[in-house]
């Protein structure tokens, strides 16, 4: 039974790239949560998402920073125009409907050059 | 946003020590989870706690979750050089009616071996 996936664990982009992020819930999961973990720090919640609805965005940043749960196909958190301050780890979270326990995927490390 | 006062911000175990580590709030929770993270690792969930006052075992670890829904500990019995690694507490304050929706963290306590 695999976990939560996400891809890439490792992503570098320049100023003013994009970055995807991509996050496969574990099975039967249909509540994703996107976070953002910068060095020393606990884990900040950005947006919770069920599937092709957006339940809860009011972590993320209104401009560049952006999110989906299609009906299939992995949640995806886009990044438009990186800068400096973006670079972290970015965790996924799934928990199932009525679910309180959510279980974490690996993360993607963000590094913007 | 708001975060949780976790506490110590570290501390150093050697082998067969007990360790506790705790959380607090100025708000109410309605659960507390409690993580391990390794380093280039996500959040491995070790224990989660749904009612005031409970108290529950997973192997060595024990926690439980305060009677004023403001606190919560950790404790780990016995140490082992695996148990170095960051924890971290989290909880629920809001519901979705059904889901309870986003987490807030602590900043972790890190667990390392004595020189």
């Known amino acids: 039974n695999a976990g939560v996936m996400q891809n890439p664990r490792h992503l570098v982009r320049r100023r003013g790239q994009e970055a995807r992020l991509r996050c496969s819930p574990m099975?039967?999961?249909?509540?994703v949560y996107w976070y953002r973990q910068l060095p020393e720090e606990g884990l900040k919640f950005m947006v919770y998402?069920?599937?092709?609805?957006?339940?809860?965005e009011s972590g993320m940043p209104k401009e560049r920073f952006s999110a989906e749960f299609p009906k299939e196909g992995p949640s995806i958190l886009r990044i438009q125009q990186v800068v400096r301050g973006d670079s972290a780890a970015y965790f996924c979270?799934?928990?199932?409907?009525?679910?309180?326990?959510?279980?974490f995927g690996p993360g993607t490390r963000l590094t913007v050059l | 946003g708001q975060q949780l006062n976790q506490s110590p911000q570290s501390m150093f175990i050697q082998e067969g020590e007990d360790v506790s580590m705790n959380c607090t709030s100025s708000?109410?929770?309605?659960?507390w989870l409690w993580y391990k993270q390794d380093p280039g690792e996500g959040p491995v969930l070790l224990i989660a706690?749904?009612?005031?006052?409970e108290l529950t075992s997973n192997g060595r670890l024990t926690a439980q979750f305060g009677i004023t829904r403001k606190d919560s500990f950790l404790n780990i019995s016995a140490s082992i050089p695996s148990d170095v690694g960051i924890y971290f507490c989290?909880?629920?304050?809001?519901?979705?009616?059904?889901?309870?929706?986003?987490?807030?963290f602590g900043k972790g306590t890190k667990l390392s071996v004595k020189p």
């Open positions: 979270a799934s928990s199932p409907p009525f679910g309180n326990e959510q279980f």
């Open positions: 099975k039967g999961h249909s509540h």
């Open positions: 998402l069920q599937k092709e609805n957006i339940i809860d």
């Open positions: 708000s109410i929770f309605n659960t």
């Open positions: 706690l749904y009612k005031a006052g």
């Open positions: 989290a909880g629920h304050q809001q519901n979705y009616g059904g889901s309870q929706g986003n987490l807030i």
